[in-house]
């Protein structure tokens, strides 16, 4: 039944937004090869916080005193007009195959960079977090990117999917809010809820979407680590700037 009805959709919504890469219109897909290549993955290192140039994104010694979070990863240049048509088809055109796209610029750059085996992340050790939406919210979307894009790297790595955080305020968008704004904004909009028994020494990967200050995914952090976390970590597809 469940499949049946997914079905539906994906014929409802090609009707209305036909599958066509886009990059440059070729049919049959939401990004071809050609126009793939030419979304940069992100070869600088920094901090996500400050931008300090920073080895394999790690959060400087001044921003871990307002952060737990150990390291941020950033995929691609969120200024590369094919990326954000993506992400936008994705967060309000609400097609989700586009996760499958984005999900796969993520799994390029982990590999090209190859970060989770210089720090020894892997699916006996580690699990990955997808930053949840309200209630409100995700009843309205239909589903959450973030844990589309979770899904789709769990599957490539075998690592576990552990929905261990609840929102619980349905905060405003934080998109056209100053930094102290969606500092002020999200806090305490996270509460954790522990779906299943997890070691409190595995590594966390907390996914997101977008990121801009950081803010979401250090409020997400802290109660990570009220909770006994001790490895925790950033993944997003890109940053927008301040």
Known sequence: MVNNLSSVKDFLLNLIFPKECLGCGQEGRYLCQLCQSKILLNQKN?????????SLSKICQLCQKESPLLNIWVAADYNNEILQSLIHNLKYKYIEESSQSLAGLIISYLEKNKIFSLLAINRSNAVMVPVPLHKKR??????NQSFLLAKE?????????GQLLRRRVNTISQVNLKRNERQANIQNAFVFQEDKLIDKNKKII???DVITTGSTLNECAKVLAKSGFKEIYGLAIAQRDD
């Open 46 to 54: 920094y901090c996500a916080f400050c931008h300090k140039e920073s």
């Open 138 to 143: 995700y009843l309205e979307r239909g589903f």
């Open 206 to 208: 907390l996914i997101d």
């Open 153 to 161: 790297i769990s599957d490539f790595y075998k690592i576990e999917i």
